[in-house]
């Protein structure tokens, strides 16, 4: 007789009732910015009505899933957590098709996070991006740049030439840009989200 599937290593019931997937996975956003933005983090958690021992919880899970050797992937993990996508679509990427996947996140309702997929299913990229439709913020100097505000794609558009730094974890990027109002700057993002704005 075979044993039952482990909870934890199944994409399919990682989410129980006490942590609903759109919750888990919104709390393991959070803890990645953490590290940046503890204050923040721990406003989300308020508003979000759960404790630190429910982020806690909702990493071990999270963890579990990704080492699984039976996980089933980036979108299949995250579609097990969140549902379908609510957008897909073909992306150019230099000289490739790419396909991009878009799921809203409550706590960011004008935000999506969006998975880019190579042609064989690979994953390239995974950040929160700006719904289609939403309004972007408007950027014109370093008093704009708030914690949470803008993405990666918004600042390297609105203070060029940005350059791309190597970021410390695969989480989270770095820009390198110099604002009119202000000196060499570095911008810090988790999961495409900026973080906090530094001197270079």
């Not at 019931?13 to 721990?42: K, N, W």
């Not at 803008?150 to 203070?159: P, S």
């Not at 110099?178 to 900026?194: I, K, N, Q, R, S």
Request: proline share 12%.
């Amino acid at each position: 007789m075979s044993s039952a599937p482990d909870p934890a290593s199944d994409p399919a019931s990682a989410s129980d009732g006490r942590l609903p997937g759109p919750l888990l996975f919104q709390l393991v956003l959070l803890r990645r910015m953490a590290d940046h933005r503890p204050d923040l983090v721990e406003d989300a958690r308020r508003e979000l009505g759960v404790s630190r021992a429910d982020q806690r919880e909702a990493n071990r899970r999270w963890q579990a899933m990704v080492r699984s050797p039976r996980s089933r992937g980036a979108v299949a993990r995250l579609a097990s957590l969140l549902g379908p996508p609510e957008e897909r679509g073909p992306r150019r990427v230099g000289d490739l098709t790419c396909e991009a996947l878009r799921w809203p996140v409550p706590l960011w309702p004008d935000l999506r996070f969006e998975v880019l997929t190579a042609p064989g299913g690979q994953v390239w990229n995974e950040w929160l991006v700006r719904a289609r439709g939403a309004a972007p913020p408007l950027l014109r100097s370093v008093a704009d740049l708030r914690p949470w505000s803008c993405t990666v794609d918004e600042v390297a558009r609105a203070f060029p030439p940005a350059t791309p730094l190597e970021g410390s974890a695969p989480t989270r990027w770095r820009l390198a840009f110099t604002p009119p109002d202000a000196g060499p700057l570095v911008a810090d993002f988790t999961w495409g989200l900026l973080q906090e704005v530094s001197p270079r």
